[in-house]
């Protein structure tokens, strides 16, 4: 009964996605606004098909419904409820379904907050695109990708439980929504994009009508980076939080091209320019999120991260080649209307800086596509297996995120059109003598790494840019209002959130960017073998081991070591590494404990179960400053909210008497601006 139910929602909206794009088509083309009005409104349907499959399938989870294939595959007797629920996410199968969710609610959302503009060409050409890609995943799960496939032969009386790595931390629960929320948030701008290209309007309007989707697309997929970093630093055990493993680069390269996007739209709304530039990179990002997809689902690469082997690779892979090949068609048809006769007037101004911003991103977005890829075509072509590391990605990649750096620091700074001499000191001098200073206190400290201490250095003169811009903001704001600081600033943010949750991001990155080096440069491991009541010391810390502990559920058996940390006569408490054994799995995860600090955090895994004395290995390393990698993604979080607080013009465009243009149907061009 579940099996039919659920797989019958999924036909209805897939029926609904099809009715819809077939019913905007003929009314368009024979010019029939009430067949367009119905279908965009097949969109709400293709929400609630999906709200009643994925409602469906938690119901089969928690009903322990075994009869359903993907239920007796992912959920036990002894799963707890946690994982129970997002089992349904936990597998191919339910990840399409979690995707089709996220999918439907972005087009449905669209669709309502279209609702005035629905014989808008644009706006229906958007929505034809957006219910083609929603169509093909339904059509997925129609097929290949069914989740609700019943069990061939008799129904088991338990089923197999999760992946052991996916029921021993919560971040299972936030990590992958907030990911997909990413990913799929780009269709949104794709659908304009594309619109914007048949229709011939590929000026300003277009922007403004995904500007807020966008950013918040590319909100949740730094959301789900960091959640993703976080959860291998404390659930891998290796001690680390990005190891430039394939999948992890499939959801980098989409944020990259989608940063280049945000900042790159700035200049089309302030000069008109960048409109290749601009197109190009939002159909990059939603190509890129479907390579993503195709390389986490359709086996190709073996990662912890992905699924196993699937018959949805070559869907995906043509689904991808429609896309781009769709994409580069577009844009070579409408090459010559896309040419402004405006130009870059000095290459020292803020148009240039935003336009290498574009060229170093792109690189960045090369670096690791062909670090990622390259690997799996030579295995394709020649039949070898090649293997591209971290020094790679390392080594070329370093360069460009310190050229970001340094242009997050200057950027900002420079005006439009040109910027004299004289503006460049004033602006710049300040900023300047913070990073030269703040060079020479890390060699003085004894800080090593030429990579490490040019990003500390560059850092400061970044942070101190961005203070300096806020700084004469609030002047600039007291002398025309005669406030106090705190409310000038307050009401400084509210008339423009659009740049102070830009200058919030920037200073999540730049604290990102000071944690990474850190950690990455100056860590200290080591291995002890030690018995019950035996410490050592490592860089200061006195370890000493206390014993073990056993604990056995349903769910799993696990082997804690329990571990006192010190410092000279501070205690800093008792940790506990474990090592589990999961019904499904034979060999033993280990899940890490650490002491986490505000400079340094104390990582601790238990290397082996105690021998017949009672001996155990542990695995000890001295991260330093990785807390501020996570106080970093949390700054990106909030500037990207306050971002998406509605400014000053859009409040008063509300207000506005009916019958006059609203103040921000145009490009807010003041909401791109820096305090001078």
Known sequence: MRAAAGYSALAIGAAAAFYGISSIGFGLHTGRPPLVRFGRRCAYVTLAAAVAAFAVMEWALFARDFSIEYVAENVARATPGLYTFTAAWAALEGSILLWILALTGYVAFTTWRFRDRAGDPLVAWATIVALGVTLFFFVLTLGPANPFREVAGAVPGDGRGPNALLQNHPLVAFHPPALYLGYVGFTVPFSFAVAALVTGRFGEGWLADVRRTTVVAWGFLTVGIVLGMWWSYEVLGWGGYWGWDPVENASLLPWLTGTAFIHSVMVQERRGMLRVWNLSLVLATFCLTIL?????????????????????????????????????????????????????????????????????????????????????????????????????????????????????????????????????????????????????????????????????????????????????????????????????????????????????????????????????????????????????????????????????????????????????????????????????????????????????????????????????????????????????????????????????????????????????????????????
């Open 292 to 676: 993503g997809t195709f390389l986490t689902r359709s086996g190709v690469v073996t990662s912890v991260h992905a699924f196993s082997q699937s018959d949805i690779g070559p869907w995906l892979l043509a689904f991808l080649g429609v896309a781009a090949f769709g994409s580069v068609a577009l844009v070579a048809w409408r090459a010559d209307r896309l040419r402004t006769p405006a130009r870059i007037d000095s290459p020292v101004s803020r148009e240039a800086a935003f336009l290498l911003n574009n060229l170093l991103f792109g690189g960045f977005a090369l670096v690791v596509l062909t670090g990622t890829v390259f690997p799996l075509l030579a295995e394709a072509l020649d039949d070898r297996q090649l293997s591209v590391g971290e020094p790679y990605f390392e080594r070329m990649g370093t360069p460009i995120g310190i050229a970001l750096l340094f242009l997050m620091a200057v950027g900002p700074q420079l005006p439009w059109r040109a910027a004299s001499g004289e503006v460049l000191r004033r602006r710049l001098l300040v900023p300047a003598w913070a990073g030269g200073l703040t060079l020479v206190a890390a060699v003085a400290a004894g800080a090593r790494g030429v990579a490490q201490v040019v990003t500390f250095a560059l850092a400061a003169f970044a942070l101190a840019s961005i203070g300096r811009s806020v700084v004469v903001g609030v002047r600039t704001r007291r002398r025309a209002h005669a406030e106090s600081p705190p409310v000038a600033f307050g009401r400084m943010v509210r008339a423009n959130p659009r740049l102070y949750g830009g200058l919030t991001v920037h200073v999540g990155v730049i604290v990102a960017a000071v944690a990474i080096a850190a950690s990455s440069g100056y860590v200290t491991e080591r291995e002890l073998r030690l018995g019950v009541g035996e410490s050592a010391e490592v860089r200061g810390y006195t370890l000493t081991y206390l014993g073990t502990e056993r604990e056995a559920t349903g769910q799993k058996a696990t082997v804690k070591a329990r571990v006192a940390i010190a410092r000279g006569d501070d205690d800093l408490g008792t940790y506990a590494p474990a090592l589990s054994t999961f019904p499904n799995t034979r060999a033993a995860i280990g899940t890490p404990s650490v002491r986490t600090g505000l400079l340094e955090d104390v990582y601790l895994t238990l290397v082996s179960s105690p021998d017949e004395g009672g001996a155990v290995t542990l695995g000890v390393e001295v991260n330093p400053m990785v807390v501020w990698l996570w106080v970093g993604g949390a700054l990106m979080a909030l500037g990207t909210a306050v971002a998406l607080l509605p400014g000053a013009r859009r409040r008063s465009s509300r207000r506005a008497p009916a019958g006059r243009p609203a103040r921000d149907a145009e490009p807010d061009r003041a909401l791109v601006e820096v305090p001078t």
